[in-house]
């Protein structure tokens, strides 16, 4: 089946401590996408990236990190220096024929404890 | 830079009751609208888009939405909702222009929480 696979589902972390979100798609997208997800506040763009080898920071980038060294995955890092963490993490994809439509990942539940 | 506004946070209704969500966005350009819907447990699922053409645009599950440009707005509406619609609903806008990716924002999320 085509779709965007992330893992794990569920993580928690202790203080101090990098992580690392899978995201992987077999959907063919150039365009990848990360996002985060508080209650009351939608979805914020954490980084994005157009095409491999390239990425830029979205709205909430401090305190995480990416790469995009194949065009099926696009990882997501939280380090130790974002201060709130604890957080639902979806990654998406788009192309842009579609007018940019996005389709998403079922999310990652990262608890900081 | 765009905002969307969703007025509404938390609605609730009993079954067969009509619903229409309410979504609002700042921008002077040319935009794609989209409804994006994410049910208890789920991931987010496309509702339904726009990009042009007719206003009135037609979605799954008996969703539509109605685009009025002079009015900056995008509202959700089904007839006759039913319990299994219950779920957050997240309207979006993606302003088209060049080098745009990055550009799709979302409003802050209603959720409908529909009563057998």
């Known amino acids: 089946d085509g779709g965007i696979t992330q893992s794990p589902k569920y993580l928690f972390r202790k203080e101090g401590q990098n992580v690392t979100l899978s995201c992987e798609q077999n959907?063919?997208?150039?365009?990848m996408y990360w996002y985060r997800q508080d209650p009351g506040q939608g979805l914020r763009l954490i980084y994005y990236?157009?095409?491999?080898?390239?990425?830029q920071k979205g709205d909430i980038a401090e305190g995480y990190s990416v790469s995009r060294e194949k065009k099926e995955s696009f990882p997501l890092t939280v380090t130790s220096a974002q201060k709130n963490p604890t957080a639902f993490y979806l990654c998406?994809?788009?192309?842009?024929?579609?007018?940019?439509?996005?389709?998403f990942g079922e999310g990652s539940w990262l608890t900081v404890v | 830079a765009q905002s969307v506004s969703q007025h509404n946070h938390h609605v609730i209704l009993s079954e067969a009751a009509s619903l229409e969500l309410g979504c609002n966005y700042s921008?002077?350009?040319?935009?794609?609208l989209f409804w994006y819907v994410q049910y208890p447990g789920q991931h987010l699922q496309l509702l339904l888009k726009?990009?042009?053409?007719?206003?009135l645009v037609k979605g799954i599950k008996g969703f539509e939405a109605e685009f009025i440009k002079s009015k900056f707005s995008f509202n959700l509406r089904k007839p006759s909702v039913q319990w299994s619609d219950t779920a957050e609903y997240f309207c979006?806008?993606?302003?088209?222009?060049?080098?745009?990716?990055?550009?799709?924002?979302f409003g802050s999320g209603t959720q409908l929480t529909v009563l057998p």
């Open positions: 921008y002077g350009g040319t935009v794609n």
């Open positions: 990236s157009q095409i491999v080898n390239d990425f």
């Open positions: 726009y990009f042009s053409g007719d206003p």
């Open positions: 998406a994809s788009s192309v842009p024929t579609s007018g940019n439509t996005i389709y």
């Open positions: 959907l063919n997208h150039d365009a």
């Open positions: 979006a806008v993606n302003a088209r222009a060049p080098g745009s990716a990055r550009q799709l924002t």
